[in-house]
């Protein structure tokens, strides 16, 4: 199936700094990519969806502000955690939509697991 | 959004075949279903995904009744590795904006 990769798988920071992660599409294009975040023992909620070469769309109650989506290409998205802090701790995970197979199909980025000291 | 309900957990053996149910009520009609499996610490893996009547992979099978008002994931002959959680999507037609995850089941497969 298609290959949706995610980088860093995970990362420790300090708070106060800024993380960047990042979602590609291996072997596909994806016009459209979604950011997800997960607590442990949770189910994904979607942080917004990432359209390329326009404006992220952001969920009800995540801050455009404090994470940023650039959605450079067809094949890489970027969520960047701005001024991170303890409780933006979590498992962030990206996924793409293969828009050139009929049923649009979303594959799934491995995860990066974020902590914030 | 079509919303779904799942049963939260499920325990199951080695060997045996499971069979999880999701209802979809108010699926729509260009609506596809698709079953995602997630283990801890990994993004969801595409399992199955179906419209109408079985369809059957090598993984699952998915049984969806003329209504589509549900659907049964099918696993034969679990192992251990199959423990993981199960959700239950609705939508992932062409043209859908995004998917909204459900609960899902944690599936624990008992030696």
């Known amino acids: 199936g298609a290959v949706v990769s995610q980088h860093p798988s995970r990362v420790i920071c300090k708070s106060g700094t800024s993380v960047k992660i990042e979602c590609r599409s291996l072997d596909f294009q994806a016009t459209t990519m979604f950011w997800y975040r997960q607590f442990p023992k949770q189910s994904l909620m979607l942080m917004a969806t990432s359209n390329e070469g326009s404006k992220a769309t952001y969920e009800q109650g995540v801050e455009k502000d404090k994470f940023l989506i650039n959605h450079a290409s067809l094949t890489l998205s970027t969520l960047t955690v701005t001024s991170a802090h303890p409780e933006d701790s979590s498992f962030y995970i990206c996924s793409a939509r293969d828009s050139q197979r009929g049923t649009d199909t979303q594959y799934f980025g491995p995860g990066t697991r974020l902590t914030v000291l | 959004l079509a919303k779904t309900t799942q049963p939260i957990s499920m325990d199951s053996y080695e060997g045996q075949e499971v069979n999880i149910t999701c209802s979809h009520n108010?699926?729509?009609?260009?609506?596809?279903i698709t079953w995602y499996q997630q283990f801890p610490s990994q993004g969801p893996r595409f399992i199955i995904q179906g419209y109408k009547t079985k369809v059957t992979n090598e993984v699952a099978s998915l049984f969806i009744p003329a209504d589509r008002k549900s659907s049964t994931l099918s696993l034969p002959r679990v192992s251990l590795s199959d423990t993981a959680v199960y959700y239950c999507?609705?939508?992932?037609?062409?043209?859908?904006?995004?998917?909204?995850f459900g609960k899902g089941t944690r599936l624990h497969i008992l030696p």
């Open positions: 108010n699926i729509a009609t260009n609506d596809y």
């Open positions: 999507l609705v939508g992932d037609a062409p043209g859908d904006d995004k998917i909204i």
